[in-house]
Antibody, heavy 114, light 106 residues
Framework: EVQLVESGGGLVQPGRSLKLSCAAS????????MAWVRQAPKKGLEWVAT????????YYPDSVKGRFTISRDNAKSTLYLQMDSLRSEDTATYYC???????WGQGTLVTVSS | NIVMTQSPKSMSISVGDRVTMNCKAS??????IAWYQQKPGQSPKLLIY???NRYTGVPDRFTGGGYGTDFTLTINSVQAEDAAFYYC????????FGGGTKLELK
């Protein structure tokens, strides 16, 4: 059974950093591109980052480019999202997903507030 | 950047009705569109990929169509459990979501 389990969310002050993790199991993690998608409270879905299967290529929207970094450890079947210089508008539930969209985690809530 | 626009923003439908919702891309995206269903408190679920391919386990009352810039998701004989938000997404290295359509049951 495919499982994606996010962790690392919480309350953080504006300007600070936070690192999310996503532990994957039930599939060959190293064979799949992965993504992070977020959803602000009562809002729609927003793509945050994509990483290719080997980790050599990454993609970001302008809203997070230069502040967020996606990475992966294929030996540990784990996806990461390093979030720096956090802003109040980054408050959201963050989901990790296989890039095809077939599987999603349950999400982890990040709240940026003083 | 390609913008995905969904319409209507919300719709109220009776059980058994047929409903069609729309997704318009600001540029030609071929058939690189996916549709997701999201219920409150849950993660999104993939319904349709590459515009018209139903994902494994998705009931056949869900049908995707379109090509280029205009896409549709049709639900034939809506069931109570279909009440949800529906999102289209451009399939690409830099994917973009539409703003969503809320489907409510009368």
């Amino acid at each position: 059974e495919v499982q994606l389990v996010e962790s690392g969310g919480g309350l953080v002050q504006p300007g600070r950093s936070l690192k999310l993790s996503c532990a994957a199991s039930g599939f060959t993690f190293s064979s799949f591109a992965m993504a992070w998608v977020r959803q602000a409270p009562k809002k729609g879905l927003e793509w945050v980052a994509t990483i290719t299967s080997g980790g050599s290529n990454t993609y970001y929207p302008d809203s997070v480019k230069g502040r967020f970094t996606i990475s992966r450890d294929n030996a540990k079947s784990t996806l990461y999202l390093q979030m720096d210089s956090l802003r109040s508008e980054d408050t959201a539930t963050y989901y990790c997903a296989i890039f095809s969209g077939a599987y999603w985690g349950q999400g982890t809530l990040v709240t940026v507030s003083s | 950047n390609i913008v995905m626009t969904q319409s209507p923003k919300s719709m109220s439908i009776s059980v058994g009705d047929r409903v069609t919702m729309n997704c318009k891309a600001s540029q030609n995206v071929g058939n690189n569109i996916a549709w997701y269903q999201q219920k409150p408190g849950q993660s999104p679920k993939l319904l349709i990929y590459y515009a018209s391919n139903r994902y494994t386990g998705v009931p056949d009352r869900f049908t995707g169509g379109g090509y280029g810039t205009d896409f549709t998701l049709t639900i034939n004989s809506v069931q109570a459990e279909d009440a949800a938000f529906y999102y289209c997404q451009r399939i690409y290295n830099s994917p973009t979501f539409g703003g969503g359509t809320k489907l409510e049951l009368k």
